[in-house]
Every structure is written in structure tokens, then in C-alpha cells.
């Protein structure tokens, strides 16, 4: 699966919640249009009109504006919720993964769900806790090696093998 693909997924969402207020939006500035219809009369009857028209204009703007900030924070929350289960899920799984595989003393399967954007992440993070653990290894049959060649009375095999010893450690240090 490509990297893409959850990103894709993204875009058409946050594209069709677009598309829904924009067409909110348009469907509000129709009914304004069809509200605002010239007024049949004389003069005075136009500048009365006017009047009632600047008198309603601030609760109106209010009101506009309102829905525009209820809009556009519905939108960004939206967004976020969307996107943090994207992000909330896989890091989740991966404290739940690694607690487990260190309570069991083996390398942990990470598990993400499929179009979850951490795929990658997932496997780097396999491969190093693998690695760490073969190290570990390592160290230890070096140390049981250097102690073997101690009790068998060869301290020249022990002395470069604690320096192997030592060299690993160093490698090791996170």
C-alpha cells in the first residue's frame, strides 16, 4: 500500500466538507437574493424600506458572521478528529504493543490498522527493537564466552574478550 493512499483519503474528506459549507454558503446567499426583492411603490415607500433594511443589517451581519464562525469551526474540528485518529490510534497500539512485548520478553508485533499512515513507522520500529534484542544477545553469549575462557584459566582469550565486550557496549548505548 502506498503512502499516498491515507492522504488521498484525507483530501476527499476534508474536500467534501469544503463542498458542503460552500454550497450552505450559496444556498444562504440565494435566500438573501430572493429576500431582497425591489419594492413596488412610490418614493416613500423605497426609503421606508431602506430604512427597515439598515435597522435589521447589524443582526443580520451578527447572525452571518455567527454561522460562518460556527462553520468554519465545525470544519477545523472535524479535521482534527479525523486526523488524530490517524495519528492517536497507531501510537496507541504501539505503547500497547511494546509494554506487552517487553512484559513477554520478545520482539513485539506492531500492529496498525491498514490505512493507518504509520506503516512505515511500524516496521522501522519492529526492525530496531529486533536489533536491540539481538545485541542483547550478543552480549550476553560474549560475557558467558569471556567467563567460560576466565574458569578455563586463559586470561589472554578473557582480557580481548571483554574488550569485544566492552566495544559492543559502547555500540549498544542507545
Known amino acids: 500500500m502506498s503512502d499516498s493512499a491515507p492522504q488521498t483519503g484525507q483530501l476527499r474528506l476534508i474536500g467534501r466538507i469544503s463542498l458542503l459549507f460552500a454550497l450552505l454558503a450559496m444556498a444562504g446567499l440565494a435566500m438573501v437574493l ?10 416613500l415607500d423605497v426609503i421606508r424600506n ?10 443580520l451581519m451578527a447572525v452571518g458572521g455567527l454561522l460562518l464562525v460556527v462553520g468554519t469551526a465545525l470544519t477545523t474540528w472535524l479535521i482534527a478528529l479525523y486526523s488524530s485518529f490517524r495519528v492517536a490510534g497507531p501510537l496507541h497500539r504501539f505503547c500497547i504493543d511494546l509494554e506487552r512485548g517487553v512484559r513477554d520478553g520478545q520482539v513485539p508485533r506492531v500492529r496498525v490498522r491498514a490505512n493507518d499512515a504509520a506503516q512505515q513507522e511500524a516496521r522501522y520500529l519492529e526492525e530496531t527493537v ?6 542483547q544477545d550478543e552480549i550476553g553469549s560474549l560475557l558467558d564466552d569471556g567467563m567460560a575462557l576466565l574458569r578455563a584459566g586463559k586470561p589472554e582469550a578473557a582480557a580481548a574478550a571483554g574488550e569485544e565486550l566492552v566495544r559492543r557496549m559502547d555500540t549498544f548505548a542507545l
Not at 430572493?34 to 418614493?43: E, N, Q, S
Open 34 to 43: 430572493l429576500l431582497a426583492r425591489p419594492v413596488d411603490g412610490g418614493y
Open 50 to 59: 431602506l430604512s427597515a433594511s439598515r435597522a435589521q443589517l447589524p443582526g
Open 130 to 135: 529486533a536489533d536491540l534484542y539481538r545485541q
